[in-house]
């Protein structure tokens, strides 16, 4: 391959991660927007778990807020589990060599969590409840008033039919709440951002990314198997998670079966036309799916 040549495919994949970074920008953006996720004066925690999702995060916060209008803090912060082989040293490193404040929790939850979980079961429900107590409290002696956490698009869909599969709920992840404690508030800014976007993201940034080997080799979750679901989806009907993904912020009570978010009990008729109402003996047609997202910066609130 001569020179120019290599000289115009540099150029293209500059040109394409280029365009993937602007990409995720726009959507973080977007989301932060829609939710009202950042405010003036927040300090927000940052949790890094060495993982291609957490890394992206904390990567794009980093450049929306250079830009943005308003100003908050960064906290990084990485429970380290001790579980056996982490590499202790690599956090630290990167995040010293970004120049943002971190922090390293020095947590043995591995032993915790070995001991009273049978081998062969899951361990991420006790691994995941375990970890959410130490890092609210590490919020609280950071002075963090929101924490921030990498799930995205995919995690967002996976948990919603987990919950409905296995656990008989229409329930997902929500991009913002407040915590199990009350006292902080939960944001999850990549919450439009597909997983391949930060995959690929990961490999144009080189993360030191960094394996989880308390649950990693566990093949047999449930969420791996929505996962390949999901992925099959992709292949033969492109679009179908995009509308299912649209399909969590158009909710319509009064047509589904939850007495207790709509009062079917008293519903009456009135005589009176309903343009939102029920057509019931047609077929209701199929949209296209929603596929595009705007752009929204973050906005100065008085």
Same mark, same amino acid.
């Given at each position: 391959?001569? @020179?120019? /040549?290599?000289? @115009?495919?540099?150029?293209?994949?500059?040109?394409?991660?280029?365009?993937? *970074? #602007?990409?995720?920008?726009?959507?973080?953006?977007? @989301?932060?927007?829609?939710?009202?996720?950042?405010?003036?004066?927040?300090?927000?925690?940052?949790?890094?778990?060495?993982?291609?999702?957490?890394?992206?995060?904390?990567?794009?916060?980093?450049?929306?807020?250079?830009?943005?209008?308003?100003?908050?803090?960064?906290?990084? /912060?990485?429970?380290?589990?001790?579980?056996?082989?982490?590499?202790?040293?690599?956090?630290?490193?990167?995040?010293?060599?970004?120049?943002?404040?971190? *922090?390293?929790?020095?947590?043995?939850?591995?032993?915790?969590?070995?001991?009273?979980?049978?081998?062969?079961?899951?361990? $991420?429900?006790? $691994?995941?409840?375990?970890?959410?107590?130490?890092?609210?409290?590490?919020?609280?002696?950071?002075?963090?008033?929101?924490?921030?956490?990498?799930? *995205?698009?995919?995690?967002?869909?996976?948990?919603?039919?987990?919950?409905?599969?296995?656990?008989?709920?229409? #329930?997902?992840?929500?991009?913002?709440?407040?915590?199990?404690?009350? #006292? *902080?508030?939960?944001?999850?800014?990549?919450?439009? /951002?597909?997983?391949?976007? &930060?995959?690929?993201?990961?490999?144009?940034?080189?993360?030191?990314?960094?394996?989880?080997?308390? $649950?990693?080799?566990?093949?047999?979750?449930?969420? #791996?198997?929505?996962?390949?679901?999901?992925?099959?989806?992709?292949?033969?009907?492109?679009?179908? $998670?995009?509308?299912?993904?649209? @399909?969590?912020?158009?909710?319509?009570?009064?047509?589904?079966?939850?007495?207790?978010?709509?009062?079917? &009990?008293?519903?009456?008729?009135?005589?009176?036309?309903?343009?939102?109402?029920?057509?019931?003996?047609?077929?209701?047609?199929?949209?296209?799916?929603?596929?595009?997202?705007?752009?929204?910066?973050?906005?100065?609130?008085?």
């Amino acid at each position: 391959m001569n @020179a120019a /040549v290599m000289e @115009a495919v540099a150029d293209k994949a500059g040109y394409e991660n280029n365009k993937l *970074h #602007k990409r995720l920008c726009r959507l973080v953006g977007q @989301a932060i927007g829609d939710f009202n996720m950042i405010e003036d004066g927040d300090k927000i925690m940052v949790c890094l778990s060495g993982g291609k999702d957490s890394y992206a995060l904390l990567d794009i916060l980093m450049t929306l807020r250079e830009r943005a209008p308003i100003k908050f803090e960064l906290v990084a /912060v990485n429970l380290d589990q001790k579980q056996p082989n982490f590499p202790a040293e690599i956090l630290p490193a990167y995040l010293e060599k970004l120049g943002i404040p971190f *922090h390293i929790e020095n947590q043995d939850t591995y032993s915790i969590v070995k001991r009273l979980i049978p081998e062969g079961k899951t361990t $991420c429900s006790l $691994c995941s409840r375990l970890r959410r107590g130490i890092l609210y409290r590490v919020a609280d002696e950071l002075g963090c008033n929101k924490i921030a956490l990498g799930h *995205h698009r995919d995690d967002i869909l996976e948990t919603f039919f987990l919950n409905m599969f296995f656990g008989g709920k229409l #329930k997902g992840m929500p991009a913002k709440l407040v915590s199990d404690d009350g #006292k *902080h508030m939960v944001i999850r800014p990549m919450a439009y /951002v597909k997983e391949a976007d &930060t995959t690929r993201y990961a490999e144009v940034k080189g993360f030191p990314i960094i394996p989880c080997d308390l $649950c990693g080799s566990q093949e047999n979750l449930q969420r #791996k198997q929505i996962k390949n679901m999901m992925r099959e989806w992709d292949k033969k009907t492109p679009g179908r $998670c995009e509308n299912i993904f649209s @399909a969590l912020s158009t909710v319509v009570p009064s047509h589904l079966m939850d007495r207790g978010m709509f009062g079917f &009990t008293d519903l009456k008729t009135d005589g009176m036309p309903n343009p939102l109402g029920d057509i019931a003996f047609d077929e209701e047609p199929c949209s296209t799916p929603a596929t595009g997202l705007g752009t929204i910066s973050l906005q100065r609130v008085p």
